[in-house]
Protein backbone atom coordinates (compact mmCIF):
# COMPACT_ATOMS: atom_id res chain seq x y z
CA UNK A 1 0.00 0.00 0.00
CA UNK A 2 3.07 2.53 1.08
CA UNK A 3 4.44 1.98 -2.65
CA UNK A 4 1.08 2.31 -4.33
CA UNK A 5 1.15 5.58 -2.73
CA UNK A 6 4.74 6.49 -2.85
CA UNK A 7 3.93 5.84 -6.91
CA UNK A 8 1.07 7.78 -6.95
CA UNK A 9 2.87 11.17 -5.16
CA UNK A 10 5.81 10.02 -7.63
CA UNK A 11 3.53 10.65 -10.72
CA UNK A 12 2.05 13.23 -9.36
CA UNK A 13 5.52 15.55 -9.02
CA UNK A 14 6.21 14.38 -12.53
CA UNK A 15 3.11 14.89 -14.73
CA UNK A 16 0.85 17.40 -12.02
CA UNK A 17 -2.55 16.61 -11.10
CA UNK A 18 -5.14 15.49 -13.62
CA UNK A 19 -7.10 17.03 -15.77
CA UNK A 20 -10.54 17.60 -14.27
CA UNK A 21 -13.66 17.24 -16.23
CA UNK A 22 -15.97 20.30 -15.01
CA UNK A 23 -19.24 20.50 -16.12
CA UNK A 24 -19.91 23.87 -18.31
CA UNK A 25 -22.30 26.55 -16.19
CA UNK A 26 -25.70 25.30 -15.72
CA UNK A 27 -26.70 29.02 -15.16
CA UNK A 28 -26.94 29.08 -18.82
CA UNK A 29 -30.46 27.12 -18.07
CA UNK A 30 -31.51 30.25 -16.72
CA UNK A 31 -32.18 31.52 -19.94
CA UNK A 32 -34.17 28.77 -21.24
CA UNK A 33 -36.65 27.08 -18.58
CA UNK A 34 -39.44 27.65 -18.22
CA UNK A 35 -39.69 28.69 -14.61
CA UNK A 36 -37.59 32.25 -15.89
CA UNK A 37 -39.25 32.75 -19.02
CA UNK A 38 -41.18 35.89 -17.21
CA UNK A 39 -37.83 37.46 -15.36
CA UNK A 40 -38.71 40.82 -16.31
CA UNK A 41 -42.69 41.13 -14.63
CA UNK A 42 -41.91 39.64 -11.54
CA UNK A 43 -39.36 39.80 -8.97
CA UNK A 44 -36.54 37.43 -8.68
CA UNK A 45 -34.94 35.29 -6.13
CA UNK A 46 -31.59 34.83 -6.95
CA UNK A 47 -31.29 31.60 -4.34
CA UNK A 48 -32.99 29.80 -7.14
CA UNK A 49 -31.40 30.21 -9.98
CA UNK A 50 -29.37 26.73 -10.35
CA UNK A 51 -26.01 26.61 -10.61
CA UNK A 52 -24.94 30.28 -9.46
CA UNK A 53 -21.48 30.08 -7.48
CA UNK A 54 -20.93 32.65 -4.24
CA UNK A 55 -20.15 35.39 -6.36
CA UNK A 56 -22.40 35.07 -8.52
CA UNK A 57 -25.17 34.71 -5.85
CA UNK A 58 -23.86 38.10 -4.23
CA UNK A 59 -23.62 39.75 -7.80
CA UNK A 60 -27.29 38.77 -8.57
CA UNK A 61 -28.26 39.95 -5.04
CA UNK A 62 -26.28 43.38 -5.76
CA UNK A 63 -27.19 44.23 -8.98
CA UNK A 64 -30.82 42.67 -9.07
CA UNK A 65 -32.46 45.16 -11.43
CA UNK A 66 -30.20 43.91 -14.15
CA UNK A 67 -30.69 39.87 -14.61
CA UNK A 68 -33.39 40.01 -16.21
CA UNK A 69 -31.08 41.58 -19.24
CA UNK A 70 -28.79 38.93 -18.05
CA UNK A 71 -30.99 35.71 -18.86
CA UNK A 72 -31.90 37.56 -22.52
CA UNK A 73 -28.36 38.27 -22.96
CA UNK A 74 -28.09 34.20 -22.38
CA UNK A 75 -31.28 33.32 -24.37
CA UNK A 76 -30.23 35.71 -27.63
CA UNK A 77 -26.57 34.21 -27.47
CA UNK A 78 -27.94 30.57 -27.40
CA UNK A 79 -30.61 31.54 -30.29
CA UNK A 80 -27.65 33.08 -32.35
CA UNK A 81 -25.73 29.90 -31.64
CA UNK A 82 -28.52 28.06 -33.53
CA UNK A 83 -28.57 30.64 -36.29
CA UNK A 84 -24.79 30.47 -37.00
CA UNK A 85 -25.04 26.54 -36.64
CA UNK A 86 -28.19 25.86 -38.61
CA UNK A 87 -26.58 24.04 -41.66
CA UNK A 88 -23.99 22.12 -39.77
CA UNK A 89 -23.58 18.37 -37.74
CA UNK A 90 -24.17 19.84 -34.86
CA UNK A 91 -26.17 22.90 -35.17
CA UNK A 92 -26.40 24.23 -31.41
CA UNK A 93 -29.24 21.55 -30.03
CA UNK A 94 -30.73 22.73 -26.69
CA UNK A 95 -32.08 19.50 -23.96
CA UNK A 96 -35.40 20.00 -22.96
CA UNK A 97 -35.68 20.08 -18.77
CA UNK A 98 -32.21 19.62 -17.90
CA UNK A 99 -30.17 22.14 -16.13
CA UNK A 100 -27.57 20.84 -18.60
CA UNK A 101 -29.39 23.22 -21.56
CA UNK A 102 -26.32 21.33 -24.06
CA UNK A 103 -25.90 18.02 -22.69
CA UNK A 104 -22.42 16.86 -22.35
CA UNK A 105 -21.36 18.53 -25.57
CA UNK A 106 -19.32 21.24 -23.92
CA UNK A 107 -18.08 19.62 -21.09
CA UNK A 108 -15.00 19.17 -23.68
CA UNK A 109 -11.99 21.80 -24.40
CA UNK A 110 -13.66 22.33 -28.16
CA UNK A 111 -14.32 24.58 -30.87
CA UNK A 112 -18.16 24.22 -29.90
CA UNK A 113 -17.18 25.44 -26.20
CA UNK A 114 -15.58 28.16 -27.33
CA UNK A 115 -17.93 29.16 -29.92
CA UNK A 116 -20.64 28.90 -26.94
CA UNK A 117 -18.65 30.38 -23.93
CA UNK A 118 -17.71 33.78 -26.48
CA UNK A 119 -21.61 34.52 -27.60
CA UNK A 120 -22.78 34.18 -24.35
CA UNK A 121 -20.55 36.38 -22.66
CA UNK A 122 -21.50 38.81 -25.64
CA UNK A 123 -25.06 38.30 -25.28
CA UNK A 124 -24.69 39.59 -21.67
CA UNK A 125 -22.71 42.28 -22.26
CA UNK A 126 -24.95 43.32 -25.44
CA UNK A 127 -28.37 42.86 -23.31
CA UNK A 128 -27.17 45.09 -20.43
CA UNK A 129 -25.54 47.48 -22.89
CA UNK A 130 -28.88 48.26 -24.47
CA UNK A 131 -31.09 47.51 -21.30
CA UNK A 132 -28.99 50.55 -19.56
CA UNK A 133 -29.36 53.04 -22.56
CA UNK A 134 -33.31 52.66 -22.79
CA UNK A 135 -33.53 53.43 -19.71
CA UNK A 136 -34.57 49.91 -18.11
CA UNK A 137 -32.41 50.11 -14.82
CA UNK A 138 -31.72 52.28 -12.39
CA UNK A 139 -28.08 51.52 -11.73
CA UNK A 140 -26.57 52.58 -15.43
CA UNK A 141 -27.59 54.36 -18.13
CA UNK A 142 -25.88 56.30 -21.25
CA UNK A 143 -22.18 56.61 -21.61
CA UNK A 144 -21.23 60.82 -21.70
CA UNK A 145 -17.76 59.92 -21.83
CA UNK A 146 -17.11 59.13 -25.39
CA UNK A 147 -18.31 61.93 -27.21
CA UNK A 148 -15.37 64.28 -28.16
CA UNK A 149 -15.57 67.16 -30.85
CA UNK A 150 -18.57 66.65 -33.21
CA UNK A 151 -17.61 66.57 -36.94
CA UNK A 152 -19.16 68.16 -39.71
CA UNK A 153 -22.76 68.46 -40.07
CA UNK A 154 -23.45 66.75 -36.94
CA UNK A 155 -23.54 66.89 -33.05
CA UNK A 156 -23.56 64.85 -30.18
CA UNK A 157 -27.14 63.53 -29.03
CA UNK A 158 -29.10 60.42 -28.15
CA UNK A 159 -27.96 58.06 -25.79
CA UNK A 160 -24.44 56.62 -26.31
CA UNK A 161 -24.50 53.52 -24.76
CA UNK A 162 -21.97 52.10 -22.24
CA UNK A 163 -20.41 49.31 -23.67
CA UNK A 164 -17.60 49.42 -21.14
CA UNK A 165 -20.75 48.70 -18.19
CA UNK A 166 -22.33 46.32 -20.09
CA UNK A 167 -18.53 44.46 -20.36
CA UNK A 168 -18.21 44.83 -16.31
CA UNK A 169 -21.68 42.92 -15.66
CA UNK A 170 -20.57 40.40 -18.11
CA UNK A 171 -17.29 39.83 -16.77
CA UNK A 172 -18.36 39.83 -12.89
CA UNK A 173 -21.14 37.65 -13.57
CA UNK A 174 -19.94 35.13 -16.46
CA UNK A 175 -16.41 34.61 -15.63
CA UNK A 176 -17.12 34.25 -12.16
CA UNK A 177 -16.96 30.46 -12.15
CA UNK A 178 -13.38 30.58 -13.80
CA UNK A 179 -10.98 30.88 -11.46
CA UNK A 180 -9.39 28.03 -10.98
CA UNK A 181 -6.10 27.31 -12.32
CA UNK A 182 -6.63 25.02 -14.46
CA UNK A 183 -6.61 24.71 -18.28
CA UNK A 184 -10.26 24.89 -18.95
CA UNK A 185 -10.63 27.98 -16.81
CA UNK A 186 -8.11 29.81 -18.70
CA UNK A 187 -9.82 28.74 -22.08
CA UNK A 188 -13.30 29.98 -20.72
CA UNK A 189 -11.86 33.34 -19.62
CA UNK A 190 -10.26 34.04 -22.72
CA UNK A 191 -13.37 33.12 -24.92
CA UNK A 192 -15.33 34.93 -22.39
CA UNK A 193 -13.15 37.93 -22.95
CA UNK A 194 -13.09 37.53 -26.70
CA UNK A 195 -16.97 37.48 -27.00
CA UNK A 196 -16.91 40.90 -25.02
CA UNK A 197 -13.79 42.23 -26.84
CA UNK A 198 -16.00 42.07 -30.18
CA UNK A 199 -19.02 43.92 -29.55
CA UNK A 200 -16.61 46.92 -28.13
CA UNK A 201 -14.22 46.54 -31.49
CA UNK A 202 -18.09 47.12 -33.53
CA UNK A 203 -19.43 49.80 -31.81
CA UNK A 204 -20.49 52.36 -34.77
CA UNK A 205 -21.61 55.63 -34.93
CA UNK A 206 -25.45 56.17 -35.31
CA UNK A 207 -27.22 59.08 -36.56
CA UNK A 208 -30.49 60.73 -37.03
CA UNK A 209 -31.16 63.35 -39.48
CA UNK A 210 -33.21 66.62 -38.46
CA UNK A 211 -34.44 69.31 -41.06
CA UNK A 212 -37.70 70.06 -43.12
CA UNK A 213 -38.84 66.99 -44.96
CA UNK A 214 -36.30 65.05 -44.23
CA UNK A 215 -33.59 67.38 -45.50
CA UNK A 216 -30.86 66.19 -43.03
CA UNK A 217 -29.66 69.94 -41.89
CA UNK A 218 -27.97 68.62 -39.41
CA UNK A 219 -27.95 64.95 -37.74
CA UNK A 220 -27.55 63.72 -34.42
CA UNK A 221 -25.42 61.04 -33.54
CA UNK A 222 -24.23 58.44 -30.92
CA UNK A 223 -22.56 55.09 -30.26
CA UNK A 224 -24.46 52.19 -30.79
CA UNK A 225 -23.88 48.45 -30.91
CA UNK A 226 -24.57 46.48 -33.68
CA UNK A 227 -27.35 44.23 -34.96
CA UNK A 228 -26.45 41.43 -33.12
CA UNK A 229 -26.32 39.02 -35.72
CA UNK A 230 -23.05 40.91 -36.78
CA UNK A 231 -21.38 39.89 -33.45
CA UNK A 232 -22.61 36.14 -34.32
CA UNK A 233 -21.14 36.32 -37.74
CA UNK A 234 -17.98 37.59 -36.53
CA UNK A 235 -17.63 34.92 -34.05
CA UNK A 236 -18.39 32.07 -36.46
CA UNK A 237 -15.42 33.61 -38.52
CA UNK A 238 -13.62 33.34 -35.50
CA UNK A 239 -14.48 29.71 -34.69
CA UNK A 240 -13.51 28.82 -38.18
CA UNK A 241 -10.60 30.21 -37.69
CA UNK A 242 -10.10 28.96 -33.96
CA UNK A 243 -6.61 28.24 -32.67
CA UNK A 244 -5.35 24.82 -31.44
CA UNK A 245 -3.90 25.09 -27.96
CA UNK A 246 -1.82 22.40 -25.47
CA UNK A 247 -2.00 22.15 -22.00
CA UNK A 248 1.35 22.91 -20.24
CA UNK A 249 1.60 22.15 -16.50
CA UNK A 250 3.94 24.24 -13.56
CA UNK A 251 4.31 24.91 -10.32
CA UNK A 252 4.01 28.17 -8.48
CA UNK A 253 3.27 29.32 -5.15
CA UNK A 254 0.08 28.04 -5.02
CA UNK A 255 0.34 25.09 -6.67
CA UNK A 256 -0.20 23.23 -9.88
CA UNK A 257 -1.22 25.55 -12.43
CA UNK A 258 -2.06 25.03 -16.17
CA UNK A 259 -0.98 27.84 -18.88
CA UNK A 260 -2.41 27.08 -22.74
CA UNK A 261 0.29 28.06 -25.63
CA UNK A 262 -0.46 27.35 -29.43
CA UNK A 263 0.45 23.83 -31.10
CA UNK A 264 1.64 25.00 -34.15
CA UNK A 265 4.44 27.72 -33.73
CA UNK A 266 4.71 28.62 -37.40
CA UNK A 267 1.33 29.73 -37.30
CA UNK A 268 0.13 33.30 -36.20
CA UNK A 269 -0.11 33.35 -31.93
CA UNK A 270 -4.06 33.95 -31.41
CA UNK A 271 -4.83 37.75 -30.45
CA UNK A 272 -7.31 39.06 -27.63
CA UNK A 273 -10.26 38.50 -29.85
CA UNK A 274 -9.38 34.93 -31.36
CA UNK A 275 -11.22 31.70 -30.42
CA UNK A 276 -9.31 29.20 -28.89
CA UNK A 277 -9.26 25.45 -28.00
CA UNK A 278 -7.37 22.20 -27.06
CA UNK A 279 -9.69 19.11 -27.50
CA UNK A 280 -10.44 18.07 -30.46
CA UNK A 281 -14.62 17.50 -31.53
CA UNK A 282 -16.52 14.25 -32.06
CA UNK A 283 -17.80 14.29 -35.45
CA UNK A 284 -21.36 14.30 -34.16
CA UNK A 285 -22.48 12.14 -37.13
CA UNK A 286 -24.14 9.39 -35.00
CA UNK A 287 -25.72 9.44 -31.86
CA UNK A 288 -23.34 9.48 -28.78
CA UNK A 289 -24.67 10.16 -24.77
CA UNK A 290 -20.93 10.29 -23.72
CA UNK A 291 -20.13 13.22 -25.65
CA UNK A 292 -23.59 14.60 -26.65
CA UNK A 293 -23.59 14.48 -29.92
CA UNK A 294 -27.82 13.89 -31.47
CA UNK A 295 -26.38 12.45 -34.88
CA UNK A 296 -27.18 14.15 -38.00
CA UNK A 297 -30.34 11.36 -39.00
CA UNK A 298 -33.34 13.13 -40.00
CA UNK A 299 -32.47 16.26 -40.70
CA UNK A 300 -32.86 18.24 -43.64
CA UNK A 301 -30.21 19.01 -45.88
CA UNK A 302 -29.57 21.11 -49.17
CA UNK A 303 -28.68 18.58 -52.12
CA UNK A 304 -27.49 21.07 -54.05
CA UNK A 305 -25.15 22.74 -51.98
CA UNK A 306 -21.20 21.37 -51.65
CA UNK A 307 -20.84 22.32 -48.56
CA UNK A 308 -21.48 21.35 -45.12
CA UNK A 309 -25.22 21.60 -45.28
CA UNK A 310 -24.83 19.49 -48.28
CA UNK A 311 -25.98 16.26 -48.63
CA UNK A 312 -22.79 14.36 -48.63
CA UNK A 313 -21.13 16.11 -45.88
CA UNK A 314 -24.35 16.61 -43.74
CA UNK A 315 -25.65 13.13 -44.35
CA UNK A 316 -21.66 11.66 -43.37
CA UNK A 317 -22.17 9.60 -46.57
CA UNK A 318 -25.11 7.86 -45.25
CA UNK A 319 -27.35 9.11 -48.02
CA UNK A 320 -30.32 10.91 -48.03
CA UNK A 321 -34.03 10.56 -48.53
CA UNK A 322 -36.35 12.48 -50.62
CA UNK A 323 -40.29 13.58 -50.47
CA UNK A 324 -42.52 16.12 -51.54
CA UNK A 325 -44.22 18.10 -49.46
CA UNK A 326 -46.89 20.55 -50.03
CA UNK A 327 -46.77 23.94 -48.70
CA UNK A 328 -49.36 26.95 -48.62
CA UNK A 329 -48.13 30.38 -49.24
CA UNK A 330 -49.13 33.66 -49.98
CA UNK A 331 -49.21 34.82 -54.14
CA UNK A 332 -50.71 37.17 -56.81
CA UNK A 333 -50.48 39.67 -53.98
CA UNK A 334 -52.24 43.11 -55.00
CA UNK A 335 -51.32 46.72 -53.59
CA UNK A 336 -55.07 48.66 -53.38
CA UNK A 337 -54.51 52.07 -53.35
CA UNK A 338 -55.16 53.20 -50.70
CA UNK A 339 -53.93 51.23 -48.58
CA UNK A 340 -53.88 47.55 -47.78
CA UNK A 341 -52.57 44.52 -49.97
CA UNK A 342 -54.66 41.55 -51.00
CA UNK A 343 -52.99 38.43 -51.72
CA UNK A 344 -54.68 34.51 -52.92
CA UNK A 345 -53.18 31.24 -51.46
CA UNK A 346 -51.80 29.05 -53.52
CA UNK A 347 -50.56 25.29 -53.08
CA UNK A 348 -46.75 24.82 -54.14
CA UNK A 349 -44.63 21.54 -54.03
CA UNK A 350 -41.26 21.27 -52.49
CA UNK A 351 -38.78 18.52 -52.62
CA UNK A 352 -37.37 17.85 -49.21
CA UNK A 353 -34.08 15.93 -48.59
CA UNK A 354 -33.35 14.44 -45.22
CA UNK A 355 -30.18 12.40 -43.94
CA UNK A 356 -30.88 8.74 -43.40
Known sequence: MVCVLGVLVLLLLVNGPAPVRTSYPIWWSLAVGHQYSSLASQPILCSSIPGLVPKQLRFCRNYVEIMPSVAQGVKIGIQECQHQFRGRRW????????????????????????????????????????????????????????KGPPGEGWKWGGCSEDVDFGNMVSREFADARENRPDARSAMNRHNNEAG?????????????CHGLSGSCEVKTCWWSQPDFRVIGDYMKDKYDSASEM????????????????????????????????????????????????FGTRDRACNLTSH???????????????????????KCHCIFHWCCYVSCQECTRIYDVHTCK
Open 91 to 146: NCTTVNDNLAIFGPVLDRATRESAFVHAIASAGVAFAVTRACAEGSATICGCDNRR
Open 196 to 208: RTSIADHMYLKCK
Open 246 to 293: VVEKHRESRGWVETLRPRFTYFKPPTETDLVYYETSPNFCEPNPETGS
Open 307 to 329: GIDGCDLLCCGRGHNTRTEARKE
